[in-house]
Structures are given as C-alpha cells and as structure tokens.
C-alpha cells in the first residue's frame, strides 16, 4: 500500500503550495470540463498500452507536439489510474487566474526555485510526475540526426534533456538510503530528509519501487487547416500573433477534425536496474558519505543510458502510418522523378515489410485494405497525401509521372511555419527514429522499375502463401478441414511475354475447384494465379469471421500479383470468383484483356438465404443475453465435391456473399472489357437468369453469353469440363491476339 505524504503550507521549498480539498475539487472541474470537451471534438482519441499502468510511482515521460498534451494526459491518466500526476509547464504559463489555475492542479514553473527536489520529494512519497524529455514542444519533430537523439529546436539545438532520468534515479537512491537510514534510527539520516525533502517518517515514503512510464502520442493525419477554433479566436481576438495562429490552425484542426489520437502507454522502465547494481560501489567509497554525492555518482553514470533508453520507447514505438511511408518515400528518393504506380509499388512493399516487424505498431490506414492502392491505382489516403504533397509544392503530378520538387522538400521552414508549409516534412521527421524501416523505404524508393516488379510477385505470393498457413494452423479442425494442399493458393509461371490470368474458386469452396483450369490455360502458355479467398481452405467456422471486403482484397492481390508479373491480364473466376473478376474489370488500373466468368450468382436459387440477415441479427441479440444453445449459425452443406468444398455453410458467410452480389450488380454497368459469360441452364445453385443479367448490364461492345446444357453448378469439374475450358482459352486466345475469333 502507498503511503502519501500531504502537502504543508510552507516555503517554496516545501510541496505543493495547495491543499488536498483546493486540489481534488480543481481536479474535478478540469475533469469535467475535458469529458465535457472531449464529447464535443470530432477527434478519436486511441489508448493503448492501459496495462502498462499501475499504481506504482511513476515518471510519465512523453513527446511534446502540442499544447493540450499538457492539459489532457495527465486528465487521462487520472481517469485510467484515479491519481492525479503532477508536471512541469513553461514559466510564461503562470501568469494571472491561469497561473492560480495551473499550480492547483499540481503544475509547477519550469523557472520555479529547487523544482527538482520537489519532484524527487514527491516521488519519493509516491506521487507521480509527467515530464517532458524535450524540454518543450517539437513542432518540427526534428529530433534524431545522424543515428543519436538531437533536437533541433530554434532557441537551441542539443541533446534530449536529462532531467527525468536525473529525478528518477535520485527518488529511487534517495528513498532506498532515507529507508535504511529510519529503520536503522540513524539520527544524521532522518535530520537530513526531514529539513531537505520534508520526510517525517518512513511510514511517508512509497513501499514501491519508481518506475517510468515512455508515453508516445501519434496523431493521424496531420491536416493543417482553418477549423472552428481558429475561425472564432480571429473573430474573438483581432491581430493575433502568428505562432498562437499556427497553433490554432494545426492543432486546432486536429481536435476539430477525425482524426486519430493515439496515446500508447510503453512497459515500464524499472529504475531499480539501473540503481541497484552500483549501490555497493557507491556505499563503498569513504569519500562519498555524502547522499547527494552518492547520488550524484549514480546519476552521472546512469543519466544518460537511461535517457537514451527512455528517448528510444517513446519515438519507436510511433505508430506507423501510411503518410510516414508517403513522406519518407519522398525524402529518400534520389531522382528527381519516379512513375506513380512505382511510387505506389514502394509504399506498399515498404508497408508489407513493416508488417512483419513485430516490434512496430501499425495504424489501420496500413492493413490489407491498402492493397487497393496496387490493384486499382488509388487509395483515399494515399491520395490525400499526395495531395497535401501537391498542395506543399513538393510534387507534380502529370498522372504517369510524379517529379519531385527537391529544393521545397530540402526548405528549412522556420519552426512556426514548417507544420503549415511542409507538414509531409514533419511526418518525415517523425518517423527518422525507425532506422530499419526508412532502411526499408530507402532500398524500394530506388529500385529500379523491374526490379520493383519482380519483387511485388515475390513479396505477394509469400504473403498469400504465409497467410494461409497461418490460417489454416488457426481454424484446423479435424474431421472439417481438407488437406492443405486442397486450400494452399497456387502459381503456375508460364511462357515469358505471354498474358497471366487471376483465377479463383468459388464460395465455400478452395483453389484445387478451378485448379484443372488453371493448368488447361497454364499447359497453353499463360501465367495462372489461383487464388484463395480469405475464409476457404482451412475450416468452415472461419467463413463466420470474414467480410465480402476481404474476398476482393484476396482477388486484388492475385491480380497485382499477375499484373507485376505480365504484361497483359484477363480476369476470371467461378461462382463467387467470377463476381470478384467482374468487380475487378470495373475497378482495377491496368492492362486487362477481358474477362470471364462461369456460374456467377447475381440470384441463388436456395429462398433460405432471403432469411439469413433476420437469423444473423437473432444470434447477436442471443449472445447478447447469452443464450448461445439456441444459436442457428450453420446449415449442413450437402456440396457436389465434398472433397473440396466445406460440409457446413456459416450465415454469416451467406450474409456477406449478398452484400458482395448487390456491390457486383452496382458496379456491372463499369466493366467495358470484352467479356465471356457462361450459365449453367439448370444450374441448382445459382438462378440461370442470372447469367442472362449480367450480360445485359455490361457496358462491354464484345460481350458473350453462353448458355452451357447442364444441371450442375460446379462445371469446372467432373464430366464436360473440357469443354468449358476450350471455351474459355479460346476467349483468352483471342482477347490477347493469339487467335481470330471464339466458337
């Protein structure tokens, strides 16, 4: 249990100059202004990091951007902990009602007499303190040159400050030796920490050990622009100086807009490891009887190590975003120009390689969704970036070429005017602390044009291939899953120049249903790419945590796979697989020829599935009040090849293939590739009028439809499949040029 100490109204030596009642209710008021607030800002504030609190004493050491860091974590601290940090704040601060303000809620001047012994007294107690390495705000998170910490600030450029580290490892040596010293009734002792820190007994010092807490605070995206605030205060204030302006415009958008403001509490830094091992050496030295001498000999020992460890576990532990890549991309680029799709090409392996650093915290801006931006040639972050980069005038952009300005890239913007100027730059610095990913970014911005492709394919087969592997180890079931080489994604590299083709299975099913076609097509010269929609191969239960999206993100990679890899594309696909090769025509950038697709289900002939929406919202309400016995999650699935498809069908996956059928029939009026439609006549599973619908609303001038006599769904298999793969290389064939015309 901690034991506090309360503040004595004494001299600016003593504590805090206010009392517990002044402070709790000062607390209260500023609590309830910032939830109050915090309902009002369109901002999204993330924690993370929450169990990594205790209720141990702790120094809270953070990155300093803007001002309402200040006000609002220690707020959130005392909301997560229910205690109330202590911190240090700029000496122009106190001035007037908001100085009387700042000092109940336990702030105190940074030019406040022997402020240091107060904090030590404090911790020593078992208060806990918020300070800030960098001594005050970085607007231009310039603070890592030439592999070592180093802030360049416009009063001075120099190292991080020491002081955290310095206050730590004296609370840590100085409650250590002031324990002893009252356990052993050593009189010179307990006279020493009664008059310098205002210690009574030792039943006021904490029972725990010190700890620091590395606060990182990332904010995305950082977008400045005139907001409410900033339009009232120039309303409110006229002539406003420029620095409060900037602040208004930057962090003022930043709170005002939706941005995300994520708070990552990093694991706490033991002090101990750092005190303990040289107690022994200290206590040994007769010169050194002195405390503050002892002290002072651990600290310039350890002061900097500890600094440098804490400096490291706030900036790498930055949350990686996709602006950081975009600006990164930029600053490391050595020519002067590059083609967009290659840019893009190296932000999304750079992203790729990110992923695989487990030591690194990823914003969602950098999941698989970013996949669009290789597939389709755009990405709504992406090209938000891009625009801001426009915008900056660090780019131009002529749709094929971007060509770097290097000279407004390279601008040494005052430090007021940098976040409104070149903010990419900001985010540049930002990021300069992660050596092994601007490594990364360095080595893919200067790769060569087929160089970067070559390593697209590479890159995205392992990923498909580790994907399922991880998957499959996931949801294994025995007696459900099939083996692995039934769900594995497969690649067959053909002759060189010749068109690839994306291929893919259809719903509940896995890459072995169209692997004969695949290899019909490959046997004729074609690069094939079968691909494994998320959810298929490994288990059924797995269809229940998936959505559509997932399925053309799965799509989407096999196509940029084949397109990195040929020249020319033809999509296609079965059932579930022929809508996806249908969205891909409409959507993607690049060279496709046409495409195909075999049984697509614009309407399916079971009427249960009409209910599948109303019985996946009672299963939510069910688990809601926990009355899981009565759940409907699954049919039994009775598939044409149950060695391949799954033997129970998740409503949940159901009710995800709908949602993908209505975004196929939005987007039919957008394929104008030449197209090939093949419809089983009495198809059980899907309604034959559906191939019929599709073929209607294409906007493609060279369309087929081509009705296929049969009364099974799954024609890529069993009996007369050869047929259908006549048909369909015939329509490759010509599409790529290699043949006059389809039967």
Known sequence: MIKRAEPMKTTADDWLSQSPSETNLTWKATSFALSTLHKIIRANIQLEGQENLSSRPTVYVLNHFTRFETFVVPYLIHRLTDR??????????????????????????????????????????????????EGAMMKNKDVFRRGQYYLNHPVKKRPPHTGAAVIALKAYYHRWHCRHGMERGDERVISYYRKRYRIPSVEHLSDEDLVIVPVNITYYPLRPGRN?????????????????????????????????????????????????????????????????????????????????????????????????????????????????????????????????????????????????????????????????????????????????????VEDAYTFDEIRLKNTLGVIANELAPLKHVNRVIRRYANMGHDELRREMVEQLFQLDQDRFETAYARYYREGESKPRSIGRPFFLRGSRGAPGIVLSHGYTAAPEEVRGLGEHLHARGYSVYGVCLEGHGTAPQHLSDVKWEDWVHSYYRGYTLIRNHCDDVVVGGFSTGGLLALLAAARVAGPVRGVFAINAPLKVQDIRSRFVGPAVMWNDLLQRFQKNNEEWEYVEHHPENPHINYGKNYLRGVLELQRLIGECRDALPGVNRPALILQSTQDPTVRPESGQGIHDMLSSERKTLAWIESDRHVIVQGNGRESIFGRIACFVDDVSGRSASVD
């Open 228 to 408: 409410v605030l900033s339009r009232f205060a120039s309303r409110i204030f006229k002539d406003l100086p420029a620095g409060v302006m900037e602040e208004l415009i930057v962090e003022g958008q930043l709170l005002m807009s939706e941005s995300d403001i994520t708070i990552y509490f990093g694991k706490p830094i033991e002090v101990e490891q750092y005190v303990r091992p040289l107690l022994p050496l200290v206590q040994s030295m007769p010169f050194l009887s002195d405390p503050r001498r002892r002290s002072n000999m651990i600290v310039s020992m350890q002061k900097t190590r500890l600094t440098r460890r804490c400096m490291d576990d706030i900036y790498k532990k930055v949350k990686i975003n996709v602006d950081h890549l975009f600006a990164a991309g930029l600053r490391h680029l050595k020519a002067d120009r590059i083609l967009r799709d290659d840019f893009y090409r190296v932000l999304y392996l750079s992203a790729l390689e990110a992923r695989t650093l487990s030591d690194r915290r990823l914003h969602r801006s950098l999941r698989k969704k970013l996949v669009t931006l290789v597939a389709e040639g755009r990405h709504p972050r992406v090209d938000d970036a891009r625009q801001l980069a426009l915008s900056d005038g660090l780019i131009e952009d002529d749709g094929t070429w971007l060509r770097l300005n290097r000279v407004a």
């Open 84 to 133: 109330q940090p202590h911190s240090l704040a700029h000496h122009a601060l106190f001035k007037g009602a908001f100085g009387e303000y700042l000092e109940k809620l336990g702030a105190i001047s940074t030019d406040r007499p022997m402020k240091h012994r107060l904090i030590v007294g404090e911790l020593m107690a078992g208060r806990d303190w918020m300070i800030f390495p």
